[in-house]
């Protein structure tokens, strides 16, 4: 089993900047793929960026360019800069880890964390 947790939410204002991290623990050789994916109220969860163990990433297209993914191996950490932030961030963002990488991340992936809520005030 893989155990993460998030830290790093908040509100911030139209404009401004988060970091989100999540430190991931437990059977970590397992893990491949590691992201973000959010779910606003009223909506589906939905991949906001993903990262291989190799540094290959995705990024939903309304975070492009605004948003980075980040990741350390070696610390097991997986970063979530994100800039220029508007209302339609507000989400709650929840790290992600999976056994291995590809198209199924959009869909999910094997294990998750709690969540850390992001609010973006206008």
């Known amino acids: 089993q893989v155990q993460l947790a998030e830290s790093g939410g908040g509100v911030v204002q139209v404009g401004g900047s988060l970091r989100l991290s999540c430190a991931a623990s437990?059977?970590?050789?397992?893990?491949?793929?590691m992201g973000w994916y959010r779910q606003a109220p009223g909506k589906q969860r939905e991949l906001v960026a993903g990262i291989s163990s190799y540094g290959n990433s995705d990024y939903a297209d309304s975070v492009k360019g605004r948003f980075t993914i980040s990741r350390d191996n070696v610390q097991n950490t997986v970063f979530l800069q994100m800039n220029s932030l508007k209302p339609e961030d507000t989400a709650v963002y929840y790290c992600a880890a999976d056994k291995s990488w590809g198209p199924h991340i959009n869909r999910g992936m094997d294990y998750w964390g709690k969540g850390t809520l992001v609010t973006v005030s206008s």
């Open positions: 437990g059977s970590i050789f397992s893990i491949d793929g």
